[in-house]
């Protein structure tokens, strides 16, 4: 009977030390967006987008984002669709197809769809395929986040012509976009 309570309670002390260091992991990442409720997310530039290619640079005056949070009120991952206009770069006009991201609260994200940057007066367009991007920080102002980047390390890939036509892996991306709950409040916690 002493061996059995011997095993029992070797048994509790490794349950209880696995439960002791599944707790410190879990509470040391604790960076998260937390909201007070569910809704739809909007945002907008505060400062001119600039993105460098290997094919130039590029820069874009309004940006609008859209988004949408759901159950749990506390997230690690929040989606946003941007949505660029006023770009210009290599000398002319430029048409920027909407960026989906995907914000990871750890300062990173995810660009999750292809985006093209192209011009009608252009033959070429420049390609900015699925990656994860770091560099992101968050600040929080009266109920709005505030995301803003320094990226490097973007890669492109141009499809020729006055764009180039070797992929480039030094592109680079700084802005900031201020985004809010409409009839809430977003913030990121660390």
Known sequence: MRR???????????ATTFVSASAVS????TEEFVANKTGKTTGKQINPQVFKTG????????????????????FTAHKEVLTYSGC?????????????????????ARLEKTVTISSES??????LEPQTLNNVNYTNSSGKLIASATV?????LPTGGMCGSKEN??????????????????????
Do not use: D, Q, R
């Not at 252009?122 to 390609?127: A, D, G, I, R, S």
């Open 4 to 14: 059995l309570m011997m095993m029992f309670g070797v048994i509790l002390l490794s």
């Open 88 to 108: 210009s770069g290599f000398g002319t006009s430029l048409t920027v197809t909407p960026a989906h991201f995907e914000f990871l609260a750890n300062k990173t």
């Open 122 to 127: 252009l033959t070429c367009k420049v390609l």
């Open 26 to 29: 879990v509470s040391a990442n």
């Open 152 to 156: 490097t390390g973007i890669h492109s």
């Open 55 to 74: 094919a130039g640079t590029i820069e874009c005056t309004t940006v609008t984002s859209t988004g949408k949070i759901e159950e749990p009120l506390k």
């Open 169 to 190: 892996t030094e592109g680079s991306y700084s802005g900031k976009i201020e985004a809010e709950l409409e009839g809430g409040t977003v913030e990121w916690k660390s």
